[in-house]
């Protein structure tokens, strides 16, 4: 009974013509209840600003859910955001937080350990579903971010960007798509394709440190998907689909057989299944030790969670 813009594809699946990661939308990470959220990444404080005024800000359909019935918990709290990692950005600052530290505490506290790139997803047709190649053209997409001009970002231009964000995900890999660039009409090839050779001046830089071709071959890929959209990982699987006459689950299960087996195929050296071994036994032994030392009630340890 949920309206939907998809299409049907076979007999059990239903798609969208020339999405590329449909997972990243209203379908899958993107909740109505941040539509309106404006999270401002101009200096470390906004942002933590923005995503603690989040957190404590009701909900009105979470409120109506409630927190707890019949003494099961239901959630968290009835605030927009009920945790800091329920906000599904493409890009995240982060830091490991210490044991009982909220992540924003930490964060705000000690600083910014490590950036979360969360905007692409697992490519079905490689074993650990990331290659050398995609880690070299995110590691020089991320130079460029950093070399490049970063003017302040304000309200308007976020929810310009997030608009732009979910035309790509449902119909990314439509020749004649256009995004909204400073209230304007782009093609996305056109823009793609410059913003491309921009990363390739950092891809050139990487290579000379690294003394190879990598980073430059790994902006060349790009370059082709932008040419053919059917070298995109959701291209892929519709063409694959299509050429082998695959509904979605006999796809998806024959790349896990394959996978499978490659794993299967590679035994893990006896200095790494020892550290495994050894690190399973020490957490366990850790929750215990946790456990036994816990000196008030869950109910008390959430009260106190969502006053911080």
Known sequence: GREHHLQ?????????????C?????????SNAQQSLFVCYNELETYAECLHRAIHTPYPDYEEI??????EHLQINTSLLQLENEFYSTIRPKR???PGQRPLDALTSDGIEYVEVRALDLNPFLPLGIDEQQICFLDSFLLYCLLSDSPECNEQEYF????????VIEYGRDPDLSLSMEGKQVKLREWADELVRDINHSAVLLDQVHGNNKYIDSVSAQMAKIEDSDLTPSGQVLKTMREQNLSFYHLSMEQSEKHKNYFLEKSLDDETQNLMQETAVQ???KQKEIEANEDISFDEFLQNWNAS
């Open 8 to 20: 049907k594809y076979d007999e059990y699946s239903l798609y969208m013509p020339h999405a590329t």
């Open 160 to 167: 310009e960007v997030k608009g732009n964000i979910a035309s």
């Open 283 to 285: 957490s366990i032994s």
């Open 22 to 30: 449909l997972r990243m939308g209203d379908l899958g990470y993107s």
């Open 66 to 71: 409630g927190q707890k019935k019949d003494g």
């Open 96 to 98: 490991v937080a210490k």
